[in-house]
């Protein structure tokens, strides 16, 4: 308590409304800084914020200059007045190493310009790129992109977001340090991108592809890396979902993470996938009056490949295709411990129990019901309680709850048969909370005598970088 008081009589004392130079100045810590490592600071800032400090003092109306890291969005400015303030940006700094170049261009944009900003940066020992035009698909012209990016051997993180025209001669050898490479690509004139890319990335570890499939009927994509931890892969297919022989190859044996977004009904070959941990699936039919036995094989081949996964996403275009596949033969998912169902209007509860006996292990699930249509797709228990209610399933999570009765017999079932449940959380999403369901929910029978029933105005979750997950309520 002595030393406490001692700290506390040395501390000065301002009344309110007075001004104190002395504290102030001492107070102003990062104007003490060294130049080299404010401009560090203001590396982390949005380059137009970091230019306007130069307004602050003298002292920093040229620190600005010394950033190590660009960042300009202009996706909706002026063409020429943004590529005017780039090359005010670049002709300024005073920085020989650029960590990190960022630009979100006008649709507008000069590409001769563009490929000039490119060429300036990459001669100082680049880690990131960043480019993005702010265009739709079927408005993209041919975007060619200068061929000495390919010679830029210090990138790490390379993100190309516009279609850009991408040709590697055989010669090159090029990103032998690149660790994270997102493209967006238009198959089947660029065919071969993928794997001459792959091919020069030796320790590439996360790879977000998105192929826009411009109408072919024959097509075969081959993702084959053995450093690869992290694959986001997108499939837009503009000439409908019918009729064509997709094949996708990932061989990717290390590969942890998997997100799949494909709207072309293709076939997925699926080789040395043994460490893969969390799957996200998003199989979507343009209509589901086109889904053949054909193509409902090749999501059912897609979910047994990813059979290993510790933690599964299926969206509600996913559970619609899988709504026609009840009289198939289901994968089981031996290792599964969360499950994340985001419910459709073309399948309402019909695979619902499916699942669930597909999943033995299962100890967390999440129910997203804001586009279910339990009023065509009703509610059917299965004749057999799946094992995960009976061993394993701890925690149950339901968003946009909207106390129907096909809801209310859902949580009533699952409330009922889950012997190790500890926590349920229901949400209502955007509907007030009606009394006599709340009533309702509260007086069904609890088969788990440590289960815990929290109800929301809202739930919400989130899954984090490392697969957990974190359920909260409003």
């Known amino acids: 308590m002595d030393s406490e008081l001692k700290s506390l009589q040395k501390r000065p004392f301002i009344q309110k409304g007075s001004y104190n130079k002395e504290v102030v100045e001492q107070e102003d810590r990062i104007s003490d800084l060294p130049d080299h490592v404010i401009a560090q600071i203001l590396s982390f800032l949005e380059t137009e914020e970091a230019v306007k400090t130069s307004v602050l003092s003298s002292r920093w109306r040229y620190l600005w200059k010394g950033i190590t890291c660009i960042s300009l969005r202009g996706a909706n400015a002026d063409p020429d007045k943004f590529s005017n303030l780039v090359e005010h940006v670049l002709q300024n700094c005073s920085s020989t190493n650029f960590q990190a170049f960022d630009l979100a261009c006008p649709s507008a944009i000069d590409l001769s310009r563009l490929n000039a900003w490119i060429g300036c940066v990459l001669n100082h020992k680049l880690e990131k790129l960043q480019l993005w035009i702010n265009k739709y698909f079927y408005e993209l012209p041919e975007r060619p992109l200068a061929q000495f990016i390919l010679s830029c051997n210090t990138l790490v993180t390379l993100k190309l977001k516009s279609c850009f025209d991408i040709h590697i001669p055989e010669s090159v050898v090029c990103f032998p340090f690149l660790k994270l490479l997102d493209i967006d690509v238009i198959f089947p004139d660029h065919i071969d991108v993928v794997n001459q890319l792959l091919s020069c990335c030796p320790v590439l570890e996360e790879l977000d592809l998105l192929g826009y499939l411009d109408s072919p009927k024959v097509l075969k994509i081959d993702v084959s890396s053995s450093t690869l931890r992290k694959l986001n892969l997108g499939l837009k297919y503009e000439g409908g979902s019918c009729g064509n022989e997709f094949t996708i190859t990932l061989n990717t044996p290390n590969l942890e993470r998997l997100s799949i977004e494909d709207d072309s009904l293709s076939r997925y070959v699926l080789k040395n996938l043994v460490r893969v941990y969390t799957v996200e699936v998003n199989y979507c039919a343009f209509s589901l009056t086109i889904l053949g036995p054909e193509h409902i094989n090749r999501l059912l081949e897609l979910l047994k490949g990813v059979a290993a996964a510790e933690n599964l996403i299926l969206k509600w ?27 459709s209007p073309f399948s309402g509860w019909t695979c619902f129990s499916k699942v669930l006996h597909s999943a033995p292990c299962l100890e967390v699930l999440i129910l997203d019901l804001e586009d279910i249509n339990d009023e065509i797709y009703q509610w059917s228990p299965p004749d057999i309680v799946p094992n995960c209610l009976l061993e394993h399933l701890k925690e149950i999570g339901i968003l946009c709850f909207e106390g129907n009765e096909d809801e209310l017999q859902v949580v009533e079932y699952l409330l009922n048969n889950a012997q190790v449940l500890e926590f349920m959380w229901i949400g209502f999403g955007l509907n007030d909370m009606n009394v006599e369901v709340l009533q309702k929910l509260l007086a069904f029978t609890r088969a788990s005598k440590t289960c815990d029933v929290q109800i929301n105005k809202r739930l919400t979750y989130e899954v984090d970088s490392l697969d957990r997950i974190s359920i909260w309520g409003v």
């Open 317 to 343: 275009n996913t559970l619609g295709a899988l709504g026609s596949t009840l009289r198939y033969t289901w994968p089981t998912f031996p290792n599964l411990k969360t499950l994340i169902m985001h419910l």
